[in-house]
């Protein structure tokens, strides 16, 4: 069954607010990774956390994750139009050895000038 | 230069028909992967292949084969088309192999429609 679902399914902002995503998963993870989608393209990596993390930035990217409640938060601070996309989280099944990534539901941003 | 391209971005066509789409990347990496993605934007993966090598073959029905002839290249094959093997197809890869301890980069994927 799917992993990771993401909350809220959608998000509508203006230029300059903060957008803040969460996604809570099901089984224990080794880690966890954050994708942007623009219309009509891939999925473009933005950030992994590991499992013994509980935050990590990358520029105006802030990624939280509490493991005893399964779930990460991405959080987009001075958000700009060029946001505007679908972001994901993915995480693995928590076992060691190749595994698969686990594609959360998204949430589509919406950054309004 | 483009890391991970696929071919055709549109593929329109009849059921029952057979197709394939090419993948090829240029950043060195181990493993390749291909993944569907439905009318809700859902992402589900497919196969993956480490080093030609197939390592993860979900539940697909057998009319989709992939061909990996060098660990730049992984071909999907689809066989017989049916209404509901429209969506969008996205190439991937990885470096070292790992799944799900390296990013992953993806292709801008394959737009294939069903008629």
């Known amino acids: 069954s799917q992993q990771g679902e993401e909350d809220p399914q959608a998000l509508s902002i203006q230029e300059g607010e903060n957008a803040t995503m969460n996604c809570s998963y099901k089984?224990?993870?080794?880690?966890l990774q954050w994708y942007r989608q623009n219309s009509g393209r891939g999925l473009v990596h933005l950030i992994l956390?590991?499992?013994?993390?509980r935050e990590k930035h990358s520029g105006r990217l802030r990624v939280t994750l509490d493991t005893s409640k399964k779930s990460s938060s991405l959080l987009i601070t001075a958000s700009r139009a060029a946001d505007t996309a679908s972001y994901f989280c993915?995480?693995?099944?928590?076992?060691?050895?190749?595994?698969?990534?686990?594609f959360g539901t998204g949430t589509r941003l919406l950054v309004s000038p | 230069d483009t890391a991970v391209s696929q071919t055709p971005k549109y593929l329109v066509t009849q059921m029952g028909n057979d197709k394939s789409i090419k993948c090829e990347q240029n950043?060195?990496?181990?493993?390749m992967y291909w993944y569907k993605q439905d009318s809700k934007k859902f992402l589900k993966i497919m196969f993956s292949?480490?080093?030609?090598?197939?390592?993860i073959n979900e539940t697909v029905p057998n009319r989709f084969s992939p061909k990996s002839p060098d660990k730049a290249h992984l071909n999907l094959h689809i066989n017989s088309l049916e209404l509901g093997d429209s969506a969008v197809y996205f190439c991937?890869?990885?470096?070292f192999g790992a799944g799900s301890n390296q990013p992953q980069h993806f292709g801008d994927g394959t737009r294939l429609s069903i008629l």
């Open positions: 993915a995480t693995d099944g928590g076992n060691t050895g190749f595994q698969k990534l686990v």
């Open positions: 991937a890869s990885s470096q």
């Open positions: 089984t224990s993870i080794n880690n």
């Open positions: 292949y480490n080093n030609k090598e197939l390592i």
């Open positions: 950043l060195g990496h181990d493993t």
């Open positions: 956390i590991r499992s013994n993390e």
